[in-house]
């Protein structure tokens, strides 16, 4: 019913940039906390950066100053600017939404399948 899709992953030299976008779609009523997690290989699934209804952001420590979220509300989509990248930041990176599905009166998880991104050293 409802479906999370990431894409803007790829290869990237230390130091460059990418935008990773998540697009939902569906049966949506709206959407509340919108949040990226990365999984790096041999380690367990961590919190990136989160972003609230109403604009609100949170970041990881190691990404402060770096990485900067933001959402467009019309278009069901999170964004996730990253720059300064270090080799530290590859991991597959999993966009999550709480989201109201129409018809419904309960606010659901959803998960991404996720996207790579590798920053060479």
């Known amino acids: 019913q409802v479906q999370l899709v990431e894409s803007g992953g790829g290869l990237v030299q230390h130091g460059g940039s990418l935008r990773l976008s998540c697009a939902a779609s569906?049966?949506?009523?709206?959407?509340?906390?919108m949040e990226w997690y990365r999984q790096a290989p041999g380690k367990q699934r961590e919190s990136v950066a989160t972003?609230?209804?109403?604009?609100?952001?949170n970041y990881a420590d190691s990404v402060k100053g770096r990485f900067t979220i933001s959402r467009d509300n019309a278009k069901n989509t999170v964004y996730l600017q990253m720059n300064s990248l270090k080799p530290e930041d590859t991991a597959v990176y999993y966009c999550?939404?709480?989201?109201?599905?129409?018809?419904?009166?309960?606010?659901?998880?959803?998960w991404g399948q996720g996207t790579q991104v590798t920053v060479s050293s």
């Open positions: 972003i609230t209804d109403g604009g609100g952001t």
């Open positions: 569906g049966s949506i009523f709206s959407i509340n906390v």
């Open positions: 999550r939404a709480e989201v109201f599905p129409t018809a419904r009166r309960i606010s659901y998880q959803y």
